[in-house]
């Protein structure tokens, strides 16, 4: 190879990597993941107390996956700083949206009432005398006040199984204060504020039971 060749060469060459280090230089950034939680209640050391054994006339209970009111329908977590207003964080997420979460602890805790026969997560093969339908109406960490606090509200409705006539609907409600202005602030303020929501459904839906 010639000198000029040569020279060519490297010039080319060195242009190369000159481009290929200013491609590299604007590029964004890689993300880091976020942070994801999920609504699980810690492990207990010991089971929780169970109420004696439903009889075997007592009704068998199908709950229905909650609904979600629009912008709750995400595993995105949201906050707000004024009325009216929602916001999600941008590094935080839930695992899965909290409506589908919920499920399973629901099931959990009306199992635990004692008013049941049987308590079944829909979609179910079995049928039921009582189904129970709801909806999470709001999920949220309130900045609008000092320090921040959870809102948690649940509205549902027990329905009988055959007639679809609604025997008893109501609202659950919780407000839980953060330990830290934070998404994991916020996070365990929410574990908290639906342990509540679910003891208040589970109660209403066992004083209901024999209607």
Do not use: N
């Not at 699980?40 to 609904?67: C, G, K």
């Not at 695992?95 to 026969?117: C, I, K, Q, W, Y």
């Amino acid at each position: 190879m010639s000198f000029a060749a040569a020279h060519r060469h490297a010039v080319a060459t060195l242009a190369i990597a000159m481009l290929g280090g200013c491609a590299s230089s604007i590029l964004p950034a890689p993300s880091a993941p976020p942070d994801l939680y999920t609504l699980d209640a810690p492990a207990r050391s010991a089971p929780p107390a169970r109420h004696p054994a439903a009889s075997p006339s007592a009704p068998t209970l199908v709950v229905d996956m909650p609904r979600s009111a629009p912008g709750f329908d995400t595993a995105r977590i949201a906050y707000t700083r004024r009325a009216l207003e929602i916001d999600y964080f941008a590094h935080s997420r839930w695992v899965d949206a909290p409506a589908r979460m919920l499920t399973p602890s629901m099931v959990r805790a009306l199992e635990d009432t004692g008013a049941f026969h049987d308590v079944l997560a829909a979609p179910s093969t079995a049928s039921g005398s009582l189904r129970l339908e709801s909806e999470v109406v709001r999920l949220q960490q309130d900045f609008s006040v000092v320090p921040s606090e959870v809102r948690f509200t649940l509205r549902a409705a027990l329905i009988d199984g055959a007639t679809r006539r609604v025997i008893a609907s109501g609202e659950f409600d919780s407000r839980v204060t953060a330990r830290s202005d934070d998404p994991y602030g916020g996070v365990v303020a929410a574990r908290r504020a639906s342990e509540d929501v679910l003891g208040q459904l589970a109660a209403f839906c066992a004083a209901h039971a024999g209607s």
